[in-house]
């Protein structure tokens, strides 16, 4: 049977979050945005609970819910809210591009974009997007270990600084970024942190506020939510710029009509994630251990990034001695493991090329996503598989 460790790219859904969302595929379909009616105000009350909720689980303090939020779409309610979107992605859009554009609204003059050359692409690209638009983007590299450099940053923040950009945990090695002092940084020279935290959310204690995290992305089928939605969490009083036009929805900070189902089972999945988070972590970083000491034992083979601070359910490594298609190939029959990025398109991962790692060793690497279903066995089955791919492959060729 084939083994699942790739739940860094996506998670099945959890069927208390399919359950909670049924009513409202069906018996409860209306529009949120239909207030002369009973059922339209359901469904309004439904995403307000939904985006409290969530708000409480990030321990943030909410401002107006969306369906109250009306008129100037750059306007701010008082305290944290969320903006529902189709996921982290574009809440990456929203949070960098929404700052960009409101600054040149406004006639601001800070035009400096600072992140990590190890980014997601859907911080890096928008970014880049920014740059070749009159902005000044920069890249800071990191260490063989994936963690960033605070006296670099420290020195690569000026006046003209519009935004830092880091993201949580890093979705191919799982190394976790100093966030606090990255926030304290940002505090004190009063410059927006926005942080992607598709990785992170549901699996590590992250309290945007206390970490000094302006803008969070989070996604729901990451944390065994559906596929499809999100939500970039706004923390303090910030002005965006919308990237979606055409309905006035959510204050106009993203127009389209609000896909109940789908935020009733992120509220849902998020509350489920924090429930078992703890006992989550401490299971799965045992039988990721338990994983790395097999496969280390295998011999040529080495750990990508940190070993700590890093995910309790990531481990990605790299295999020396071998081609990488050739091995992803002889274990894909045993093991649903990944590359890297599930967002890459089959190019080289940039994440392991900014550790060092030369091509051939990128290729050569692998992802282990472990989840709420990986067990003992599996475990297992994955250093027996990878012992039997190793033997092959390494074995003399007469």
């Given at each position: 049977m084939l083994a699942y460790f790739d739940h860094q790219a996506t998670t099945p859904c959890d069927p208390a979050v399919v359950a909670a969302m049924a009513p409202w595929w069906k018996e409860q379909f209306a529009n949120p945005a239909s207030r002369l009616h009973r059922p339209g105000l359901l469904a309004a009350a439904a995403v307000d609970q939904a985006h409290a909720q969530i708000l409480g689980q990030l321990g943030l303090t909410g401002g107006a819910p969306p369906g109250d939020l009306k008129g100037n779409p750059s306007g701010d309610p008082a305290g944290a809210r969320l903006i529902f979107t189709s996921g982290a992605?574009?809440?990456?859009?929203?949070?960098?591009?929404?700052?960009?554009?409101?600054?040149?609204?406004?006639?601001?003059?800070?035009?400096?974009?600072?992140?990590?050359?190890?980014?997601?692409?859907?911080?890096?690209?928008?970014?880049?997007?920014?740059?070749?638009?009159?902005?000044?983007?920069?890249?800071?590299?990191?260490?063989?270990?994936?963690?960033?450099?605070?006296?670099?940053?420290?020195?690569?923040?000026?006046?003209?600084?519009?935004?830092?950009?880091?993201?949580?945990?890093?979705?191919e090695i799982g190394v976790l970024q100093p966030l606090a002092a990255i926030g304290s940084l940002c505090r004190q020279r009063g410059i927006p942190f926005h942080c992607d935290g598709a990785q992170a959310v549901g699996h590590i204690e992250l309290n945007p506020a206390e970490l000094g995290i302006d803008l969070l992305s989070l996604s729901g089928h990451k944390l065994y939510g559906p596929k499809g939605i999100?939500?970039?969490?706004?923390?303090?009083?910030?002005?965006?710029?919308?990237?979606?036009?055409?309905?006035?929805?959510?204050?106009?900070?993203?127009?389209?009509?609000?896909?109940?189902?789908?935020?009733?089972?992120?509220?849902?999945?998020?509350?489920?994630?924090?429930?078992?988070?703890?006992?989550?972590?401490q299971r799965l970083g045992g039988l990721r251990d338990q994983l790395w000491q097999g496969l280390e034992a295998l011999g040529g083979v080495r750990r990508n990034g940190a070993a700590a601070p890093r995910l309790a359910h990531n481990l990605n490594i790299?295999?020396?001695?071998?081609?990488?298609?050739?091995?992803?190939?002889?274990?894909?029959?045993?093991?649903?493991?990944?590359?890297?990025?599930?967002?890459?398109?089959?190019?080289?991962?940039?994440?392991?090329?900014?550790?060092?790692?030369?091509?051939?060793?990128?290729?050569?690497?692998?992802?282990?996503?472990?989840?709420?279903?990986?067990?003992?066995?599996e475990i297992g089955q994955a250093i027996a598989a990878m012992a039997e791919a190793l033997n092959q492959l390494r074995a003399p060729r007469g």
């Open positions: 992605t574009e809440a990456n859009n929203l949070a960098l591009k929404g700052l960009a554009e409101a600054e040149l609204a406004a006639g601001g003059s800070r035009r400096q974009l600072v992140t990590l050359a190890t980014e997601h692409r859907a911080v890096l690209d928008p970014l880049r997007y920014l740059a070749r638009h009159g902005f000044e983007l920069t890249e800071l590299a990191v260490g063989r270990d994936g963690l960033v450099d605070l006296d670099q940053l420290e020195a690569a923040l000026s006046p003209e600084t519009l935004v830092v950009s880091v993201m949580a945990a890093n979705n999100g939500a970039l969490a706004v923390s303090r009083p910030l002005t965006l710029a919308p990237q979606l036009h055409g309905g006035g929805q959510q204050g106009g900070l993203r127009a389209g009509t609000l896909p109940v189902p789908l935020i009733v089972g992120l509220a849902t999945a998020l509350n489920l994630a924090q429930g078992d988070r703890l006992e989550r972590e790299c295999v020396e001695g071998v081609e990488g298609g050739a091995l992803h190939r002889a274990l894909r029959r045993q093991l649903a493991v990944s590359g890297g990025s599930a967002c890459s398109s089959g190019e080289p991962s940039h994440v392991l090329s900014a550790l060092g790692l030369s091509r051939l060793e990128a290729a050569a690497s692998i992802r282990f996503g472990l989840g709420r279903s990986t067990t003992a066995a």
